[in-house]
């Protein structure tokens, strides 16, 4: 077998001297050729030749979730295959590792890579299904390029709080699950669409649902972690159904104190419900609109402001070592 690592070196939780040693652990059972990323898309341009070519079997990720994220759209860069394109394997070296954990994957690299290793020998893989977000057509947003995305998305409230940890790690904070709380409290104080929302979901033969403060897009569940815990925002999501929604139509300080809390003891039975909370559940094909500028985020990636997305949810998009 050949497969390409994909390495980045500012992963928070591995050292240099872990990554030697995963190298090593990797490079023993297989023809490997190690690639550390230099700029912001390496991942993904890395990962795209690799599907191009007709010798790459297996395409390792070491990073956190932003690395897979690249990696997983040079992957599908002409679409899913997932009986051609190379299989993906993740070993998790970010602060949170959604992607990796919700695999059932060891949250700590060294485990992680054992347990790659194990299901290589024991030829174990899985087909996982991804969500697709593009620009509307007919709207101002119709040129933003297709991306992927593995876990999850969000237009609104919670991807203004994925800005605002950006922002202060650029500032040269740690990304802890302290730094997420205070910049929630912070958004919260800030925004001024919380208590009328501006959002409206669209899908095909349906009434459209207006007036949406937040709206969180799942490919799995859990959604995220807060330290070990896990946190479902969309407990029936999965990788192996379409997308789920939940969102929300209003966020009055008392709206948040119930939300929140629903949040903190979710189950994978249960997630948060209400009279302002709308869920849906394996969702192929819909549309978000907003009637002014919002913040807009995929798998933890702030990307800027948005008026509308059309998401897709594939089914089958990608063979996994698991």
């Known amino acids: 077998m050949r497969a390409l690592l994909v390495v980045n070196p500012a992963a928070t939780t591995t050292s240099a001297r872990t990554r030697d040693v995963l190298i090593h652990a990797l ?17 993904r341009d890395l990962a795209r030749r690799a599907a191009d070519s007709d010798d790459v079997d297996l395409v390792v990720a070491l990073g956190g979730d932003g690395t897979v994220n690249e990696v997983v759209n040079g992957l599908l860069h002409r679409g899913p295959d997932p009986d051609r394109l190379p299989r993906l394997a993740v070993v998790p070296g970010g602060s949170t590792n959604v992607f990796a954990r919700a695999l059932g994957l060891p949250n700590d690299a060294v485990e992680a890579t054992g347990a790659i290793l194990d299901a290589l020998a024991e030829r174990r893989s ?16 119709e040129a933003v390029p297709p991306r992927w995305f593995t876990f999850c998305a969000g237009l609104g409230f919670d991807a203004g709080v994925v800005g605002r940890v950006e922002q202060q790690r650029e500032r040269g904070k740690r990304s802890t699950h302290a730094l997420y709380l205070r910049q ?18 669209e899908r095909p033969g349906h009434d459209p649902v207006r007036e949406l403060v937040l709206s969180i897009v799942c490919n799995t569940s859990p959604w995220t972690y807060l330290g070990n815990r896990p946190v479902y925002a969309s407990p029936e999501a ?41 869920t849906l559940h394996d969702q192929t094909d ?26 897709t949810g594939v089914r089958r998009a990608l063979g996994v070592i698991v």
């Open 126 to 141: 899985r087909t996982v299904g991804l969500g697709l977000a593009a620009g509307t057509p007919g709207t101002e947003d």
């Open 27 to 43: 490079a023993s059972e297989m023809k490997l050729d190690a690639v550390t990323t230099e700029y912001r898309g390496h991942a």
């Open 184 to 201: 929630v409290v912070r958004q919260l104080l800030d925004d001024p669409h919380r208590r009328h929302g501006t959002i409206t979901l």
């Open 238 to 278: 999965s990788f192996d159904t379409a997308l789920d929604v939940l969102a929300l139509s209003r966020l009055s300080t008392a709206a948040v104190a119930r939300y929140a809390t629903q949040l903190l003891t979710s189950t994978p039975e249960r997630g948060p419900h209400g009279k302002h909370a709308v």
């Open 286 to 311: 819909f549309a978000l609109h907003s009637k002014v500028p919002l913040p807009f985020q995929m798998d933890g990636d702030h990307l800027g402001l948005r008026t509308s997305v059309t998401f």
